[in-house]
C-alpha cells in the first residue's frame, strides 16, 4: 500500500528536489503540495496524507503555526520537519508542537527514506546530527525548570539500554542490530518504555533521559 504524502515548503526548487528524491522510493507517492503553512490544514482535509514533509520558515505561515492547527483539528497524519534550522530551541518546539520528526534539508536520500519509514511505522524519527544538540538543549531546561523527580520508573536494564539509544536519535531497525535483537523485540520494548513513562514523544523522552540522569552530553 502507497504511502501518501503531502509537501510544504515556499522553495519551488525545494519541493521539485524532494519530490524527485521521494519518486525513487518504492511506496511512496507526493499526492499535494502547498507554498505555505496557511494552506496546510485545507489541504490535509481533502487529501488525507499519510505524512506531511513541512519546513518550518516560510513567508506567511510558519510550519509551527501549521502544526499547531493541525493538532487543533486533531489530525491523524505525521508530519516530518524537514528544515535548514538547527537551533535547539527550535527544534525543541517544533517537537512539543506535535512534529513526529526532524529531518535536515542537507540530509542524504538514504536518511530521508529511514525517515520516513520510521513515521510510517508508527514511530519517531530525529536526526543524528541534530539528537546531541535536542540533548544539550532539554539538559538547560531541565536544570532551568527543576522539574520533580520521578521516583520509581520500573524501566529493565534491557529497556534503560534501549531507551539511550531512542534519545540519541536510533531509528528501531539500528537499535535492533546494534544489539543483536529482533525489530520487533524492540518495538515492544519502546512501546512498553513509553506506557509506563507515560510518555509518547520524543521531546518528553529527551527530558526524562536527562532529569533521570539515564544519559549525559558526555554520551
Known sequence: MTCTL???????????GVRALVSDIPGYAVIGEA?????????????????VLLDISMRSTS????LSRLRALGCRCKVLILSMHTDPELIMQALES????????????TELEQALA????????????????????????????KPEAVENHNLTARQLEI???IVRGKSTREIAQGLGL??????????QIMKRLQIYDVAGLVLFAVREQIISLDD
Open 6 to 16: 503531502l509537501l510544504v515548503d515556499d522553495h519551488s526548487l525545494i519541493r521539485a
Open 35 to 51: 507554498n505555505d503553512g496557511s494552506q496546510v490544514p485545507e489541504l490535509v482535509m481533502q487529501l488525507d496524507p499519510d505524512i
Open 63 to 66: 510550519g509551527l503555526d501549521a
Open 98 to 109: 506535535g512534529a513526529h520528526g526532524y529531518l535536515l534539508k542537507d540530509t542524504t536520500a
Open 118 to 145: 520510521a513515521l510510517r511505522g508508527n514511530e519517531r524519527y530525529l536526526s543524528p546530527a541534530i539528537a546531541h544538540t535536542v540533548i544539550n538543549q532539554a539538559l538547560l531546561r531541565a536544570q532551568s525548570s
Open 163 to 165: 531507551l539511550r539509544l
Open 182 to 191: 529482533s525489530i520487533k523485540t524492540v518495538e515492544t520494548h519502546r512501546s
